[in-house]
């Protein structure tokens, strides 16, 4: 995984309008959740502020990254948990972090890379990917940028699913029965088997 850089600022005001006074002042409002637990056995957050500049390369890219976060000079690595957009103006509303160790397995969803020319794109289908994205488990040290899913034997009509696949130092969380690609029949391929069959 790529690795990039945060900085941000540790909150001391709470609440919505604390909230809506940073985003008015071109900030962010975020939380870090890591080892901590509350009295009722739930994750507690660390609540800091960040801005739309640190945010933009970890946002706007397809790829997944290890967060190096920087709060008041205090260093921590980190993963992207979830991050909450403006149902209208599309800009960032909340962003939450999760705490990693080099140790500890996460669960992240990593981008899918097709390789090869499938057989039956040869044959006059297309190949179309029903996923972007699977969930993994493992170190985050083991996670690769995107899974490469070699499909080059994949014929006319046929699929890969999830439970047929493996990837060394990864669990798949995935459910095994989705379909990441397939090679659809189209119209020509359907009329050069019907030609071929009479």
Do not use: W
Request: charged content about 25%; hydrophobic content about 40%; glycine content about 8%.
């Amino acid at each position: 995984m790529k690795t990039i850089h945060v900085k941000g600022t540790a909150r001391t005001e709470m609440g919505k309008k604390a909230s809506r006074e940073i985003r008015k002042n071109g900030g962010v409002p975020c939380n870090l959740y890591g080892e901590a637990k509350g009295e009722n056995g739930l994750p507690v957050a660390f609540s800091f502020t960040t801005t739309n500049d640190e945010l933009r390369k970890l946002i706007y890219s397809p790829d997944i990254f290890t967060v190096i976060l920087n709060i008041d000079g205090k260093e921590c690595k980190a993963v992207l948990k979830e991050i909450q957009f403006h149902p209208v103006k599309d800009n960032v509303l909340h962003v939450d972090f999760y705490e990693i160790t080099d140790e500890k397995p996460i669960v992240m969803e990593v981008p899918i890379k097709l390789n090869g020319l499938a057989e039956g794109v040869k044959a006059g289908g297309k190949l179309a990917a029903s996923v972007r994205k699977l969930k993994v488990k493992a170190v985050h040290t083991n996670i690769p940028e995107r899974l490469n899913i070699d499909v080059t034997h994949l014929g006319l009509g046929k699929t890969i699913k999830v439970g047929e696949l493996s990837f060394e130092g990864l669990e798949l969380v995935t459910s095994k029965e989705v379909v990441v690609c397939q090679v659809r029949l189209t119209r020509s391929a359907m009329a050069a088997r019907a030609a071929a069959n009479k």
